[in-house]
């Protein structure tokens, strides 16, 4: 089994900086490390919404993608021997207030939160205007 935890979540002014962490462990990470839960995600849902893509990004690290209100503000990243994804949140906006949840084991760098197995329990963004 794996588990995803995410921390780094809170409450910040706009035009502030959040990063979140999301830690993956569990036998099969410890064993191969992070590059075995593939492509891996980030998504969030603001009360009232539905759950919404954010970013996400390849096994290696080496592409990403995001969503458009994401682009040139956020940058997601990873670092498979630590077994954690990032997700560097700058020149927030209170629209992006949301529980923000970390997904893994996507066969690709998918948009669709329908393909990934693994989900983490969410951490709280709040931005104040």
């Known amino acids: 089994q794996v588990q995803l935890v995410e921390s780094g979540g809170g409450l910040v002014q706009a035009g502030g900086s959040l990063r979140l962490s999301c830690v993956a462990s569990g036998r099969s990470v410890s064993n191969y490390n992070m590059a075995w839960l593939r492509h891996m995600g980030w998504f969030r849902q603001a009360p009232g919404k539905e759950?919404?893509?954010?970013?996400?990004?390849?096994?290696?690290?080496?592409?990403?993608y995001y969503t458009d209100s994401a682009k040139g503000r956020f940058t997601i990243s990873r670092d498979n021997a630590k077994n954690t994804l990032y997700l560097q949140m700058n020149s927030l906006k209170p629209e992006d207030t949301a529980v923000y949840y970390c997904?893994?084991?996507?066969?690709?760098?998918?948009?669709?939160?329908?393909?990934?197995?693994?989900w983490g329990q969410g951490t709280q963004v709040t931005v104040s205007s």
């Open positions: 759950r919404e893509f954010v970013a996400s990004i390849t096994r290696s690290g080496s592409s990403t």
């Open positions: 997904a893994a084991d996507a066969s690709g760098p998918s948009v669709d939160q329908n393909d990934y197995y693994y």
